[in-house]
């Protein structure tokens, strides 16, 4: 009986034991949120929420888009030497970073409206260089197929946060608490998973210059159409803060804060395990000449069938289920939550199926299609700000978030149809 109910492949294998620790490292934040909400003001999630939005921006072209290369050379040998690159990438972006903010602090902060995270932006460019480390790690450790180690890092990454975060919050009231979580714990998961690299001398020694220039090139487009694909990306992922920032101050953006971080951490508990062993699978698929378009047909199916209505009723009991968990002070962002449901329950799908784009290379047409996302929903934020309403600008940004993960889900599936080899 019990054999029956073992994963069958190592697929499913490998699913289940990330999201087995990425199941526990979600749980942990979704369990602390009611108490945070109460030692925390929407003000503070706000300051929060808009260090983080820059951190992620930057952070995300951090190596140059080189750790999504990791996973594509059969020899360790080139593998190691694009974690190489990705990393001395990284270090020269947090230090120009760093030089940035220390010339042009005041005018950032005037471009934010934001005084609050004056102090703040100094460790921007620290927080971008930790998770530029920790992207390459992730990459570099679903290579060696450490999934065990990826699990145990995203365990501990909560469980720090989750400590920081509440013994701040219990003894001084303010952003440093949820900052310094933030900060702390990705240094902890970053330890964890550095191990499994270091311990093997040799493959150490094979990093060259030489090495890391042919790499460079080899997968030059990766900086070169990913980069600004990420940038788009990222920007058009962050932009609510930022826009909500500076029309309508922290405390809306502590209340959009907060319902997106409830809403993502679920989502984030399925894309986040079953991104990296897709990406595994597809490449392995694709390099052995295994039928692609068979196993992407039986994805889309059972992600978009399984998601249906725990985002349908997420939809209709959002409003009350923040009152009742987080207090009535945060209804309103349980109303901004439900407004953003069915973007959220398509982009579940299109984010684990845009891998397609890396292992086909197809990056150009992503970063226009991106660029056209990004300027739509610009502009839907923009028009709600413009007439001082919120809702409507949420509402906007949602409705233009369907229509285009859509087309793009469509279009993910034309790739496989035409270089679909068997």
Known sequence: MLNKLKPKSEFSKNVLTLMTGTTIAQAIPIAISPILTR?????????????????????????????????LPKKDEDAINIFALGFIINVALSLF??????????????????????????????????????????????????????????????????????????????????????????????????????????LLLKISKVKMIAVANKYKDFPKFNVPHAVMNTLSSNMPVLIINFFFGSTSTGFFAIANKVLLLPVGLFTSSFSQIFLQKITYNRNNRIDQEKFINK?????????????????????????????????????????????????????????????????????????????VKLFSLLFGGILEDLKLGLFLYSLSGVLITTYRIIWYKSIIREKNEI
């Open 39 to 71: 030692l925390y003001t929407p003000e503070d999630f706000g300051v929060f929420a808009l260090f983080i939005s820059l951190v992620s921006i930057f952070g995300s072209i951090a190596n140059g888009r080189y750790e999504f290369a990791i996973m």
């Open 299 to 375: 994805v889309v199916f059972k992600l978009l069938g399984y998601s249906f209505f725990p985002f349908f009723i997420a939809f209709i009991f959002l409003p009350n289920i923040f009152g009742i968990i987080f207090g009535k002070n945060w209804i309103i962002a349980g109303e901004y939550a439900q407004i953003l449901i069915p973007m959220l329950y398509l982009t579940f799908t299109g984010s684990i199926l845009s891998n397609i784009i890396i292992v086909y290379n197809e990056q150009k047409k992503a970063f226009k299609i991106e660029i056209i996302n990004t300027i």
């Open 97 to 202: 970073l760093l030089l940035m903010v220390i010339v042009f602090h005041d005018l950032f902060i005037s471009l934010l409206n934001n005084k609050e995270i004056s102090l703040w932006l100094y460790l921007v460019p620290f927080s971008v260089f930790l998770i530029g480390c920790f992207n390459l790690l992730n990459y570099y450790n679903n290579r060696l197929k450490n999934y065990k180690d990826l699990a145990k890092a995203n365990v501990y990454k909560s469980v720090v946060t989750a400590v920081v975060q509440l013994s701040i919050g219990f003894i001084k009231q303010s952003t440093i608490g949820l900052i310094s979580g933030q900060i702390i714990s990705q240094i902890f998961a970053n330890t964890k998973l550095l191990r499994n690299i270091i311990k093997d001398k040799i």
